[in-house]
């Protein structure tokens, strides 16, 4: 398959039919899970597939740069006829920008992995221009003020959608108010919340206020978060020899996670979804009130009450952890596939389901019966609409009941 972005489009596309609109909620509703990135801001060189940024640059440097790469993905006929045929609610994540950008506090300038990421004016105007090539090439709806007197005051991605009394989606932006990476190896020691300074956020607190109430005062059958990075923690060993590594997701984030989680459940939310992406692999979880280990704060050692179930959508081409291990062929996929998915629950109790080896795209679903979340998996190399696929996995939520059901063998059939 051609380069398509890593989760096809920035956003949670409603599945549409052409010339149809959408089903009546009092029905039903699919959203297609390609939670991530359009395209990515530094050149990636494959043999055949050469690009050359109009700055002569690696890594973007300008709005011209941008608006080449969004051309160049924008003419794959695939991703036509996906932007054809079904409806987007865009979001973005960091290679929109730059690769892991966040907001530097100290000089009140987005900062990030870029060869000028240490230059605040630069990094101001690039990321100026990386909002404004977005707003051009994504259809979305959304507060754009150019002119604004500060970044973070131009763009407002953070919105919420309301289907009828079926469905409430809230929608947030984890990048443009993010504080810097802990610089702390992320042990069992350092990661709870009690070790972040108050105030450490990754929404911003206006954002932060507006979540938890759109959450909370939601009237709808099922309540909805599309989160751009994993919301439940990741951890890898036991006990004091853990490692949290997913740093860029709310693990690097306890203390705001811990508030939010708080609210949410002191609430009482029914029938609560989280939509979640960036790590380019399936996953189905529950969100729960607290955690095994000091990552929920103090000694964490309970199984908190669960709250909420969490899916994450994998990459159509982008690396996974298999590949980057070079484990996707032959007897090393065959033996190291079934590991991997048997020891990452083992190490996560709340993780019901966990897959790295393939690539492809979820289906969610949501009746008022139910939630279904559908994994397939495509082969990326085979560049043909005709391509086989395949289901990795699928889980059924019955409405009013926190319960991952395996519906897998209902849906490979």
């Known amino acids: 398959m051609s380069e398509l972005p890593q989760r096809l489009l ?40 050469e690009k050359a940024l109009p700055s002569g640059n690696g890594r ?30 865009a979001g973005w994540d960091d290679h929109e920008m730059v690769n892991d ?12 992995d870029h060869p000028m990421g240490d230059d ?9 221009d990386a909002m404004h090539a977005w707003w051009e090439f994504m259809p979305a709806r959304v ?23 079926l469905v409430t989606l809230a929608m947030t932006d984890e990048r443009l108010f993010r504080d ?11 990661v709870g919340p009690q070790y972040e300074p108050p105030g450490r956020t990754m929404l911003g607190t206006d954002q932060r206020e507006w979540l938890v109430e759109t959450l909370t005062e939601s009237g709808t059958t099922w ?58 692999c399936y996953i189905a979880a529950y969100q729960q009130t607290s955690y095994p280990g000091r990552v929920s704060g103090g000694e964490g050692v309970a199984q908190g009450e669960r709250m909420g179930v969490e899916f994450m959508t994998p990459a159509i081409t982008s690396l996974n952890v ?30 019901e389901f966990f897959d790295s080896h393939n690539w492809g795209y979820s289906v969610v679903e949501f009746t008022r019966e139910d939630c279904t979340y559908v994994g397939y998996a495509v082969d990326k190399t085979v560049n043909s609409p005709d391509a086989e696929r395949e289901v990795v996995t699928a889980y059924r939520v019955p409405e009013g009941r926190v319960e991952l059901q395996d519906v897998t063998d209902e849906y490979a059939t």
């Open 101 to 112: 950008v966040y907001w530097d506090r100290q000089t009140d300038a987005p900062a990030g």
């Open 180 to 190: 810097p990476p802990r610089e702390a190896i992320p042990t069992a020691d350092n």
């Open 223 to 280: 309540t909805v978060w599309a989160d751009e990075v994993l919301t439940v923690p990741f951890r890898l060993g036991s006990g004091p020899l853990s490692l949290y590594p997913v740093q860029g997701g709310w693990d690097g984030y306890t203390r705001e996670r811990m508030r939010i989680t708080e609210q949410v459940a002191e609430a009482g939310v029914d029938n609560f979804v989280t939509l979640t992406g960036d790590m380019h």
């Open 322 to 351: 298999a590949e980057a291990l070079h484990l996707t062929r032959g007897r090393r996929k065959r033996v190291t596939e079934p590991l991997l998915s048997w020891l990452i629950p083992l190490m996560n109790p709340h993780i």
């Open 143 to 165: 507060e754009y003020d150019p002119n604004g007197d500060s970044l973070q005051e131009r763009f407002r991605l953070w919105r919420d959608f309301s289907f009828g009394d």
């Open 120 to 128: 605040p004016h630069f990094m101001t105007e690039l990321v100026a």
């Open 10 to 49: 920035p956003g949670v596309p409603l599945r549409r039919r052409r010339g149809r609109r959408l089903p009546r909620p009092r029905r039903r509703f699919r959203l297609r899970v390609e939670r991530g990135r359009l395209q990515r801001a530094r050149l990636v060189r494959l043999p055949g597939r």
């Open 60 to 89: 973007v440097w300008n709005l011209d740069d941008y608006r080449y790469l969004y051309r160049l993905y924008r003419s794959d006929r695939f991703l036509q006829e996906a932007m054809e045929r079904h409806t987007l609610i």
